[in-house]
């Protein structure tokens, strides 16, 4: 026999050396650890149009970031602050003071095309006709000039600085050296910088929270607020890392203890840890060569996941601790294989799923699994374990817990709360599909985010009008014939406010129109204008004359220019053949009724759509929990008519502890108010796991001691490594932590309970031929 | 942030330079003194003439109404004609015609109440002064030092005696921006004398 198991055993360190060999290689050479939580997410199929309007719209925020700072000194703190991130080596430009702003050259860009560019409001003037005040304010900026080139001839009603002033409601203050913003009584400043790297670089991310802690550690009286999307690149990626090792580790020792106490053997310990190295290194080995990289996050669900491995080796080993020389693996092999299919079937319907975080996580957990069964079966029998008293006594006292409670809970009983669990769930459960779910930035961040794009008005993106046209003309005039309606929402109070292109540059038939308004200006007021100040009739002509040689404006020109640089994000350009387009950004709160309105315009006009990302992705979640629902219900369904051919009857004692436990979990969620997410159901997939193989080892082995011990040794261990992902503060650990303590304890004493009541001399400790009796 | 801005606030400021004075960095001999001795003057009030010139149609056009000068607290320039218009600064900000400016505004305003209460770092930072003469016949001279202003602005030439008398403005493009401060107690009827001197 030992020949036999020999070559197998051989063959599999060979192919875990390899694994190891590849991997390491892999991780030398630098294989992606990814932090984005987006990466989770399902690339959503949608026009090349969305997908480049979406990269262009959060580029700004992924590439630069923003920071407030107040300080009783503010230029001594501000240079400190602008010292410390260039010597971290992070930022490529850094802005806070007037003159880091590029000198716009305003009077080349619109100087020549000022006739053409009217406000509203100066556009109702005009059409008014009660000119007079323009006349009275001209001819006071003519003695006295308050603005940019306000020339007799060139400008005489300083069109240049009221289009500038309709455009720039800005409320920065340059009054010193810094650019600063009144936020409550308060005087911050304003400092802008773009990153030297990328956003997601952990090591860029480490050098610009080093840099920032440096500055408040010098700085204790300054404050200062964050934005960008950096700093919650660096917040999930630090927050993720540290439960990482607080959850690996406390997960560890918890379980080493543990099985100190059974096992009371070192080397025992060591052939039970084993598996799920070798589980751990063929998952990471398989992962990284399917994905070419692995998520952080994989790596803390998947290595907790492995958690479940541990199952065979504590069945094999405390079946052969128990039983000694009269151990045979044939026995243990049909409940082995059973576990593992059911547990791996479980998880890997999730690779069905169209989101690439879940099929990560389904590969790497399933790679464990079947690596961790592989060395459990493979390795495990050539080695020796020592049969020690204080295992079998602590065996049996287990046993004496399970004789006080099983046959509590009957077929019938089990089918009537089975029932009414259902109908509570089935009535009472929410769902939440909320982003919220996979947000990992801290309240902290969150808040300074919040304030710093309430204040700049910065928006990130997710919420934007996406319009489409033959060419720029045709998209200026249909973003132009959008502004009444956004205008109305925005007085209504139902949109917070819009930033779209046509404001900055009209369309040529709007700018013609201006233009018309402008002469009508010039004759009925400049002739009077002239003759107020004393200048000569004479230069009447001359004004018509620059009036008539004004170039309308151009979108390219404007976008060219170093102001419209910070509109480029809103223009796409050529989409498509003979197919132009770009965004309207909608910000500062959305309400229903702007969204319903938005929508029915969008549904009305094939060129116009609504992209509401933070809603796409809501969606997706929902999508994702509906089908994980769908797919392990049946999934279930099947594992129990395969069930139903080993264990005919019996087989409602197998199912009964894992649905009776998600029961469990979905009823006291109902009844509890907590509405059902997608994380919740990734740990029932957990709960179902585990709760099948506690269902088959006591069917395979109703009276042996063994099975039970490693049963109650597998979900204590578990119920350590995710009672600590409970006290998550990452809300998808600290989602899945809960649900699998409930879920865990559920498993155990539902396992105890449905099992078939026993006359006491017909137990033993160890398996033998009563097995199946 | 813009040029425009600062044009803006140089045109505001320009408007209240008989403030400054009060405030003048001390960097050359006796400015220091020489803001003690016209700060010394209290409030005052008076007419002004001002004349802008056009280098290109090589035009001018006059200007003349009021000034006022609360030490400290208020600034009211009031414009006669051609039209009449009313620009005042104050701790709340500016005010043009009764009308609050919205736009850029509290900055200037705090930049002129922090001139009169003489935190010059400001000042000095922005423009590079230099000062001749004494108590009796002085005349400074303001180049700006950033950039973007020199663009549009050459300098400022203001002089006077125990008081500020002229403020001579170069754009530039060669034009020019002159203001005459009449004395408080002169009859505004002489003020013709006196602009015929200006570009």
Redesign the interface.
Request: charged share 20%; no cysteine.
């Given at each position: 026999m030992m020949r036999a198991t020999r070559l197998p055993a051989l063959l599999w360190l060979m192919v875990l050396t390899a694994c190891l060999a590849f991997s390491s290689v892999q991780l030398l050479r630098g294989a992606s650890l990814d932090t984005r939580i987006t990466a989770l997410l399902p690339e959503t199929h949608q026009s090349p149009g969305v997908d480049r309007a979406n990269d262009q719209l959060s580029a700004p925020f992924t590439h630069r970031f923003v920071l407030l700072l107040e300080a009783e000194q503010p230029n001594e703190a501000s240079g400190a602050l602008a010292q410390t991130l260039e010597d971290a080596d992070v930022v490529s430009e850094l802005r806070y003071r007037?003159?880091d702003?590029q000198?716009?050259n305003?009077l080349e860009v619109l100087g020549p095309s000022r006739y053409r560019l009217l406000g509203e409001n100066l556009r109702a003037t005009i059409d008014s006709g009660d000119t007079d005040d323009l006349r009275?304010?001209a001819?006071?900026s003519?003695?006295?000039?308050?603005?940019?080139d306000q020339?007799?001839?060139r400008d005489p009603f300083g069109l240049l600085?009221r289009w500038?002033?309709s455009q720039?409601s800005?409320r920065?203050?340059?009054?010193?050296?810094l650019?600063t913003l009144?936020v409550d009584g308060r005087s911050l400043v304003v400092m802008t910088a773009t990153l030297s790297g990328n956003a997601w670089d952990t090591g860029l991310q480490d050098r610009l929270t080093d840099a920032i802690n440096d500055f408040q550690g010098a700085h204790p009286d300054a404050q200062l607020w964050r934005s960008g999307m950096v700093f919650h690149a660096a917040d999930g990626a630090h927050q993720a890392k540290s439960e990482i090792s607080t959850i690996g580790l406390g997960s560890l020792i918890g379980v080493l203890l543990i099985l100190l106490v059974v096992f009371r053997s070192p080397v025992t310990i060591a052939t039970l840890l084993l598996p799920l190295v070798a589980g751990g290194v063929f998952a990471l080995a398989i992962t990284l060569w399917w994905f070419q990289g692995i998520h952080l996050l994989t790596i803390a669900f998947g290595s907790s996941l492995i958690g479940v491995a541990i199952d065979y080796a504590l069945h094999l080993q405390c079946a052969r601790t128990l039983a000694g020389r009269e151990f045979r693996l044939r026995r243990m092999l049909p409940g082995l294989a059973l576990g593992l299919v059911t547990s791996v079937m479980a998880y890997v319907v999730q690779a069905f799923t169209p989101m690439p975080g879940l099929r990560q996580m389904a590969i790497f957990a399933g790679c464990g699994l079947v690596g961790a069964w592989l060395t459990v079966v493979l390795w495990l029998p050539l080695t020796r374990v020592h049969t020690t008293p204080g295992t079998r006594a602590l065996a049996e006292r287990l046993w004496g817990v399970l004789d006080r409670l099983r046959g509590r809970l009957g077929p019938r009983l089990a089918l009537v709360l089975a029932l009414v669990a259902i109908s509570i769930a089935g009535v009472r459960l929410q769902g939440d599909d909320s982003l919220r779910l996979i947000n990992t930035s801290s309240q902290q961040l969150l808040g300074d985010e919040a304030l710093v794009q309430r204040e700049l008005g910065r928006d990130t993106g997710t919420v934007y009008l996406l319009v489409m046209a033959h060419d720029t003309e045709g998209f200026l005039g249909r973003v132009e014939s959008l502004n009444p309606l956004l205008e109305s929402l925005m007085q209504e109070g139902h949109l917070g406010g819009y930033t779209s292109l046509a404001e900055r540059v009209p369309s040529r038939s709007r700018q013609s129109t201006n233009l018309e308004r402008t002469r009508t200006l010039y004759q009925q007021q400049l002739d009077q204008v002239y003759a107020?100040?004393?200048?000569?009739p004479a230069?009447y002509e001359r004004a018509l004359e620059a009036l008539e040689q004004s170039p309308p404006l151009t979108l390219d020109h404007w976008l060219a220019s170093p102001l419209g640089e910070s509109d480029q994000r809103l223009w796409l350009g050529e989409i498509d053949r003979g197919q132009v387009g770009g965004m309207i950004t909608l910000n500062g709160g959305i309400d229903d009724r702007a969204r319903q309105q938005l929508a029915s315009l969008a549904r009305s006009d094939e060129n116009i759509e609504l992209v509401d990302r933070v809603e796409q992705i809501s969606a997706v979640l929902g999508e994702l929990r509906r089908q994980i629902a769908q797919w392990v219900a049946g999934a279930l369904v099947a594992l129990t008519l395969l069930l139903a051919l080993r264990y005919r009857w019996r087989t409602w004692r197998v199912i009964a502890p894992a649905g009776g436990a998600i029961l469990t979990v979905l009823t006291l969620y109902a009844l509890l108010g907590v509405p059902l997410n997608l994380f919740h159901q990734l740990a029932l997939l957990l709960v179902l796991g585990i709760g099948l193989d506690a269902g088959i080892f006591m069917q395979e082995h109703p009276r042996a001691h063994h099975a039970w011990l490693a049963i109650t040794l597998s979900i204590i261990s578990s119920l350590l490594a995710f009672g600590l992902l409970a006290f998550s503060a990452t809300p998808v650990l600290h989602h899945i932590g809960m649900t699998t303590l409930i879920g865990l304890a559920s498993v155990w004493l539902l396992t105890a309970l449905v099992q078939h009541r026993l006359p006491p001399d017909q137990t033993t400790p160890h398996d033998n031929a009563h097995d199946h009796g | 942030m813009s040029c425009r801005k600062r044009l803006r606030s140089l045109s505001l400021v320009l408007a209240t330079l008989p403030l400054w004075l009060a405030a003048l960095p001390a960097h050359a001999m006796s400015l220091e003194s020489l803001a003690d001795h016209l700060a010394a003057q209290g409030d005052v009030a008076g007419r002004f003439e001002q004349t802008r010139y056009l280098a290109d149609l090589d035009t001018q056009i006059d200007g003349r109404g009021r000034y006022r000068f609360e030490q400290g607290n208020r600034v009211t320039w009031s414009l006669e004609s051609p039209v009449e218009e009313t620009m005042e600064l104050s701790e709340a900000g500016i005010r043009r015609n009764g009308e609050r400016l919205d736009d850029d505004p509290a900055g200037v305003a705090t930049l002129i109440m922090q001139l009169l209460n003489g935190q010059l770092s400001t000042l000095a930072d922005r423009f590079e002064v230099t000062l001749e003469g004494n108590q009796q016949a002085w005349h400074a001279t303001l180049v700006p030092r950033q950039q973007g202003l020199a663009e549009y602005l050459d300098s400022i030439d203001m002089r006077g005696d125990n008081r500020l008398e002229q403020i001579n403005m170069a754009m530039a493009d060669g034009d020019r921006l002159n203001i005459h401060l009449l004395p408080p107690e002169e009859d505004p009827g002489t003020a013709d004398t006196s602009s015929r001197q200006a570009p």
């Open positions: 007037p003159g702003y000198l716009d305003l009275r304010q001819l006071a003519l003695i006295m000039p308050t603005g940019l020339h007799p001839v600085d500038l002033d720039l800005t920065f203050d340059t009054r010193g050296d650019v009144e107020s100040a004393g200048l000569p230069l | -």
